[in-house]
């Protein structure tokens, strides 16, 4: 099946600075990516959903200005959360998807951010 | 959107089949039933999905109820690493087809 890759697996950093996930599609083009947040204990919800070329579309209560969503491949997208808090640690997952909006998608193996 | 209602959790033992229930009464006729499951610290992996007849794969099966408003997805013989959350969710045109809206899914414990 295709695989999706994210980087780096887990980091921590202070607050206050900002830390950038990367998400590669490895063997196909992913057309649309979607960035969701996991907490522990609890389902993931969707953040953003971004088509390549195109500005991401954030979810309800997601503040486009705190995580910025680049997709400028169409086999790498990434979110880099902008002066972290404590609050934002969290699993950061990826999922890709190539052509229709009806296809498979594939999701990344996340990436644990705690941030101190 | 039209949702889903799972077990919390269950419990299975190893070696032994598993039927993971889903509720979904509310489901709209192009609906497709789609199954994750979420290994501890990973990022979902697809099991199966369907939208009337039975399916088969090599992962699972998927039994849909004839008037579509409950499915039951089929492990045949649970081993260890089947542990995990299953998500049951429904995809299609009314959330624009390309959504996955995740719900609290069922945590399965597999017991040697």
């Known amino acids: 099946g295709a695989v999706v890759s994210q980087h780096p697996s887990r980091v921590i950093c202070k607050s206050g600075t900002s830390v950038k996930i990367e998400c590669r599609s490895l063997d196909f083009q992913a057309t649309t990516m979607f960035w969701y947040r996991q907490f522990p204990k609890q389902s993931l919800m969707l953040m953003a959903t971004s088509n390549e070329g195109s500005k991401a579309t954030y979810e309800q209560g997601v503040e486009k200005d705190k995580f910025l969503i680049n997709h400028a491949s169409l086999t790498l997208s990434t979110l880099t959360v902008t002066s972290a808090h404590p609050e934002d640690s969290s699993f950061y997952i990826c999922?890709?998807?190539?052509?229709?909006?009806?296809?498979?998608?594939?999701f990344g193996p996340g990436t644990r951010l705690t941030v101190l | 959107d039209a949702k889903t209602t799972q077990p919390n959790s269950m419990e299975s033992n190893e070696e032994e089949p598993v039927h993971l229930p889903c509720n979904h009464s509310?489901?709209?006729?192009?609906?497709?039933i789609h199954w994750y499951r979420q290994l501890p610290s990973q990022g979902p992996e697809y099991v199966i999905h369907?939208?009337?007849s039975n399916v088969n794969n090599r992962m699972a099966s998927l039994a849909i109820a004839e008037d579509r408003k409950s499915s039951t997805l089929i492990l045949h013989r649970a081993t260890l690493r089947d542990a995990a959350v299953y998500y049951c969710i429904l995809r299609g045109s009314r959330n624009a087809g390309n959504m996955l809206t995740f719900g609290g899914g069922t945590r399965l414990m597999v017991k040697p």
């Open positions: 999922s890709a998807q190539e052509g229709s909006p009806y296809n498979e998608q594939f």
């Open positions: 509310t489901i709209s006729g192009t609906d497709y």
């Open positions: 369907g939208l009337t």
